[in-house]
């Protein structure tokens, strides 16, 4: 009868998921104490290794470019860990695909933090993604260092402490860039490109706080919808002259094309998550069979620059990563997202220094609250850190980009959120330490 | 006036890509009574095949030839392997039939070419044309794209309604018994539309592609732009769904255009146009037979 | 009515979807006096009894298994309360919906809108209050939907899939935008904490309370949609799928009934949303796609249409089988992002071979064997 039959179901049923579940049991925890001083002092760290978690988006709109990230941080990793690790322990660097899409994050970071238990979390990329996971993140204690991206969300010790940003946040690259305006171009009818998010918005506001009279349209884009004709319209009808847009990589390449197709030729200025040239040349090579390659389009562009890049090779820095990355042996060249990668890794290693031979959880965060603000790097300014102040790079250079080199407009700028000024930044360029890696002393 | 201009235009532009797709969902409509909601993802998988030849080094027209004739194939093969066995059926079967393909071939598009957003690109000039001291949204690939969508939408009434071919496949989608008892080879009609449908979706397929970025999934919207395109004409209608499609078009491009924020709104737009069209003429413009209602 | 097992495919286009919903064609009433059964007539009574076995079974899980298997079963909650709805819509009334991915997403909204609150109401009021709005909106959709067939049917329903969580992008400022609304998640209460480290000695975290939340709230949707399914309501809705003129010649009125069905499920995918929004402590555009919409589907097509139950399996099935075949995918060899893919292409293949060779899903093709088993043992027992 259909009773019994459906009861014949359930037990079976009930058979296959149990087994299901014991196929996919979760993973351990750190082992037990190791030989030497080492010992296992919290989740995901062990006598001889410590594990690092991070998302991107290898997949999606948001892809070009960004997944490149994570194969620079891995080629720093591997070098440190080929010259002895941190305290002799490896670094075991695991990130996962959230393809740009705030609920993958959410599902992706959980199994990041439960199953592969992770020591800590870094450069978790994207502001709208990882924006959706800092509850859960702060709420497991688990670090969450150096979010890949510059919004102000990270910096906000008192309700997620655990959380750090690292780049210069969007608000005072707005803010420097209107200035620039302001200074150079005070005749100018600016126009807003923007993601439709925190992002956006954040760059939004810096630049207000300098140019809010200049400014004739300010026009959104949702990221995923590639149709970007009605707002590349709006701002020519409104006017503008000048166009500064707070977007992907992806969309610049979008944005100068339907620009090429309507004839509409401002002054283009973009942050500088999405203006590698490089990447938007080989984004747009291949369009109309020859007519436009390179980022020939991208020239005379202006953006912003903290880290010295692929276009200043003899600098010590990029030397540097120049000899990480043929040593690690992975495909492709080296470019300003690996950069950006090796120089996020290397902050870690000093932060993983400054934590202690055998840290928890909380050691971390107190050593870069209480050392970061110190640490000299790849960084053209300085970190934010303190017990208050969970911000990271404190400033930035204006460039314009021409051909595949660029060329500075300004001294390099500091800044902050709010109403800060700007000042010019009067320290020296550090140099790489000879060994390539940092030395950092414990806090405690 | 020049938004104007250039809004209708870009409308016009678009809307003939709608229709095209429209066509191909009409063509399989009119032979099996399905609607092929797999017909993006084969779109896709042939431009992907296309781009593939492109990148090595083959010129645009040659990979357009190959991926209308692998889009044939592609059309062909699925009516007979998958759907053949779900046709006469509930129409449920053949709904979740083609849902499971389209999920399944995009993925498969994925593995074999990744996932990342490529350039690819398009057989004309993409700046607008000038006209006085500025561009108009007009370029020359958008005329090749009304133009293609125009003389494929030709061929297909003409083929329907002149020849005999044509005529054996009609009769196959009204009538399966009276046309196999007159020596048609159902069978082979069937297939045959899918075949055809496949080759004009491969068109839009690669219509959409030229000029932008294409990725697995870049024919998602697509779906469901073409499936209110269809129904606003009628879904038995050709010419319907070309009238459908460059209607829907201009509208949607007026509210992306007009509408503060309107780019936003457009899926939404074409949900209320579709309620609308189904509420008030369930049969589309161009319907001669009677609705489908309750 | 010809055997559904051996009518051919393609005979009668019109005839009820026998072999899809066989699933649901249990008698609605106790039948045959002589079987042995452990369990009791009433069907109240028995509902009653599987949702204690349920609850038990529930907390023996979810204490067994290590947090972020919680999470995933978290993950089977939410989703398997939406798939009951959409079984129940889709296997007993006959009405196919590509849309409820959006009704989930009137539901996560409602629940995190009201979580914004520094002071948030009780978690199962603002439950309650988001499977009210969804009710009404599908009660909306519903109406407009009663009049509608097939692929005209599913077109629209995906249409809505694809429309409606363009609201929360027009609406930036009081729905999210793309980034969406945060939830902070419900802390669990001390005295869960209590009983869990009785129970098992475990702590009581909060993503194992937001698995037994999850528990919760799927017990009682089955248990009032398995009443639902087996009651009169349950019994007029297989009448307007199956026969529909002979319904209406019986003086049941179409419309009213179908509209009712699409209130209940979308009810159901209301608090499926809810669920949702807890769990992942976002509710965002993004999570609404219409993958989610023909995930559902699938769930409830490969468990068997109309199956409470093929929901459930179907819905595990969803959540655990994707990591299973990526890691499947990186052993092989794929990189990262390739394996990725592997799972939906699992998926579609699945759904595309279930509906050729499969059509009544997991529950529908072993209650389809097991009643040819128990006719054929009949015939002899009876001619033998």
Known sequence: MIRSSRRLVTVLAAATVVSTLAACGGGGGGGGGGSGDNEASDTGITADSIKIGATYPLTGVAAPGYSEIPTGVQAYFDYVNDNGGVNGRKIDYVFKDDGYNPTNTSSVTNDLVLKEEVFAMMGALGTPTHSAVLDFLNGENVPDLFVASGSSLWDDPKNNPYTFGWQTDYESEGKILGQYIQENFPDAKVGLFLQDDDFGEDGERGIREYIDDQIVSAQRYTSGNTDVGPQIAALQAAGADFVVGFNTPAYTALTQLVSLQLGFKPQWAYSNVGSDPALVGSLLANFSQGKVTDASLLDGAITTQYLAGVDTPDDPWVQLWQKVWDASGQDGELTNFRIYGMAQAYTTVQALQAAGQNPTRDDLVDAIEQAGGDWKGPALAPFRYSEDRHAGISGMRVVKISGTSTEQLTDILTTDTGDADIKKFDGKEATPPSSGIPDEDPVN | ?294 | MTDPRTAPAGTDVDAAPVLATAAANAPSAQAGAGRRSFLPRSTLLRHLILLVVGAVLAVALLELTDPFTNSQLAQVAYYAIAAGGLTVLTGLNGQISLGHGALMAVGAYTTALFLQADEPWPLPLIFLVSIAVTAVVGAIVGVAAARLHGPYLAGATLALAVGLPGLALYFRDTLGGEQGLRVRAPRPPDWFREAISTLSGGSGSTTKWLAYVGAFWLLIAFFLLANLARSRIGRTWRAVRDQEVAAELAGISLAPWRVLAFVVSAACAGLGGAVLAVVVRLAAPSAFTLVLSLALLTAIVIGGLGSLFGALIGSAILVFLPPWVTDLGTSAGLNGTKAAQLAPFVYGAVLVLAMIFAPAGIVGTLRLRLLGLRARRAARAGGG
């Open chain 2, 1 to 294: 006036m020049r938004q104007f201009v250039n809004v209708t235009l870009n409308g016009l532009t678009q809307g003939m890509i709608f229709a095209a797709f429209a066509l191909a969902l009409v063509l399989i409509w009119r032979s099996t009574r399905i609607v092929n909601f797999a017909q993006g993802a084969m779109a896709a998988a042939t431009s992907f095949i296309a781009l593939a030849l492109i990148h090595s080094g083959q010129s645009y027209w040659v990979a357009l030839v190959v991926a209308l004739a692998s889009g044939l194939v592609l059309g062909a093969v699925v009516e007979r392997v998958v759907i053949r066995p779900v046709e006469g059926g509930p129409e449920l079967n053949a709904v979740i039939v083609t849902l499971g393909l389209f999920v399944a071939i995009e993925a498969l598009i994925a593995i074999i070419a990744g996932s990342s957003f490529q350039s690819f690109p398009a057989p004309f000039g993409l700046q607008g044309f000038s006209v006085g001291d500025g561009r108009i949204a007009l370029t020359p690939n958008g005329l090749f794209i009304i133009g293609s969508v125009l003389v494929t939408m030709l061929l297909l009434v003409g083929l329907f309604r002149f020849t005999r071919l044509g005529l054996a496949m009609r009769a196959s989608a009204f009538g399966q018994e009276v046309a196999r008892l007159l020596g048609v080879r159902v069978g082979r009609m069937l297939t045959l539309g899918w075949a055809l449908a496949a080759v004009v979706g491969s068109l839009a397929g690669l219509l959409i592609a030229g000029g932008g970025l294409v990725h697995p999934a870049y024919m998602d919207s697509i779906i469901v732009y073409g499936f209110v395109a269809a129904v606003l004409g009628g879904l038995d209608s050709p010419i319907g769904s070309v009238v459908g499609g460059l209607i829907l078009g201009l509208l949607l491009s007026y509210v992306s255009g007009y509408v503060p924020r309107g780019s936003g709104l457009v899926n939404l737009a074409a949900l209320v146009i579709l309620v609308v069209v189904l509420l008030v003429r369930p049969g589309g413009l161009f319907s001669s037979t009677t609705s489908r209602r309750a």
